[in-house]
């Protein structure tokens, strides 16, 4: 079986295919290639119940609604994992205590009219973090991501906080989707977690990534969970009536 990158079009080796997670990764651009899309349709029945597991199981994490017209898939930032609540509660805790140091520090200005100008611009890059991480902490606790699918577009849009990465694609444009797994993370905040690929534990975070027909490939999304990202690919694709 021959298997090519569908980023890239690199041939994967042998050694860069784990045939028992079914997963592969290109040498040339580190992307993660499902290897149950090139399985023959004689595949054993134990893989295809597994293939059909990751694609139409609904991660717990995931609402999804669907209006007729549309699909909806809706799930919020701030997630069950203990890993997720730790880090919220450390943003929580110190955004409290930097900004209460903030608030005291200026307080003296009023209760001191006559304080030096050098006492207020010291603390403009603290007042900076402070919005910057308050700012990034209230997303964390009360944004959601909702991707639209109807027969016009594939909509990503991440509130009620504003935050980039909303993203609208004509659906006569998208010709397939991938999962990616790279460091680093444009859009939205994702824990790092640990795939297995390749024999061994690689630290990575998922990307959803479009293919287009002008060939231009387009990163719609960022998360922190595999499962999570080849379920959207695959629904996607069914929804669009695209791959395989």
């Not at 577009?153 to 935050?163: D, L, Y």
Request: charged share 20%; glycine share 6%.
């Amino acid at each position: 079986m021959q298997v090519h990158c569908p980023s890239c079009g690199e041939l994967l080796r042998a050694e860069d295919m784990n045939l028992e997670h079914l997963v592969g990764r290109c040498r040339k651009c580190h992307a993660l290639v499902n290897l149950r899309d090139y399985l023959p349709p004689s595949e054993p029945q134990g893989s295809a119940d597994h293939s059909q597991h990751i694609t139409d199981a609904i991660p717990e994490k995931i609402a999804v609604e669907d209006t007729g017209s549309q699909v909806c898939f809706r799930w919020r930032w701030y997630s069950s994992s203990i890993w997720m609540q730790k880090k919220t509660r450390f943003w929580v805790f110190f955004c409290i205590a930097w900004d209460s140091f903030l608030v005291f520090w200026y307080s003296l200005a009023v209760v001191n009219p006559g304080m030096p100008w050098l006492f207020f611009v010291s603390t403009i890059p603290h007042v900076a973090v402070g919005v910057g991480l308050t700012y990034y902490t209230l997303a964390l606790l009360f944004n959601s991501t909702v991707v639209i699918v109807d027969h016009e577009t594939v909509r990503i849009r991440h509130g009620p906080i504003p935050w980039p990465g909303n993203v609208t694609l004509p659906v006569e444009e998208i010709t397939r989707l991938h999962v990616q797994s790279k460091p680093g993370n444009l859009y939205m905040p994702a824990e790092s977690y640990t795939i297995v690929a390749i024999g061994r534990p690689i630290p990575r975070r998922v990307s959803v990534v479009a293919t287009l027909k002008n060939g231009r490939m387009k990163r719609l999304l960022v998360l922190d969970d595999e499962d999570i990202a080849w379920y959207l690919k695959h629904q996607i694709e069914k929804l669009l009536g695209i791959g395989e």
